[in-house]
Nanobody
């Protein structure tokens, strides 16, 4: 199984962007798909996660209300809709798979390659 992140780009502050994470193989019902981001010189931060078999979602407080995670089972794809973007949201955005819910990136064992999101002021 591989994860492919896409959809990043350049957007102005206040704008929106939707990034995608597509799995090349089967996602088991118990798996968690999470989104993280990492800015230069900073830690990789948890943003949101979704449990594949229940659509249960989890969010970091920093993005709650602005970001929405969702999935399309038919397309084996998880999305992260990002609204009201700010310059501090600029980072590489990664999706990853874990066996159980966690906000710690080390618990996620399968990673996509990342997609760059740049928010201009």
């Amino acid at each position: 199984v591989q994860l492919q992140a896409s959809g990043g780009g350049l957007v102005q502050a206040g704008g929106s962007l939707k990034v995608s994470c597509t799995a090349s193989g089967r996602i088991f019902s118990s798996h968690i798909i999470g989104w993280f981001r990492q800015a230069p010189g900073k830690e990789r931060d948890f943003l949101a996660a979704i449990r594949w078999n229940s659509d249960r979602t989890y969010y970091a407080d920093s993005v709650k209300g602005r970001f929405t995670i969702s999935r399309d089972g038919a397309r084996n794809t998880v999305y992260l809709q990002m609204n009201n973007l700010k310059p501090e949201d600029t980072a590489i955005y990664y999706c990853a798979r874990a066996n159980g819910y966690s906000t710690t990136w080390r618990e996620y064992r399968l990673w996509g390659q990342g997609t760059q999101v740049t928010v201009s002021s």
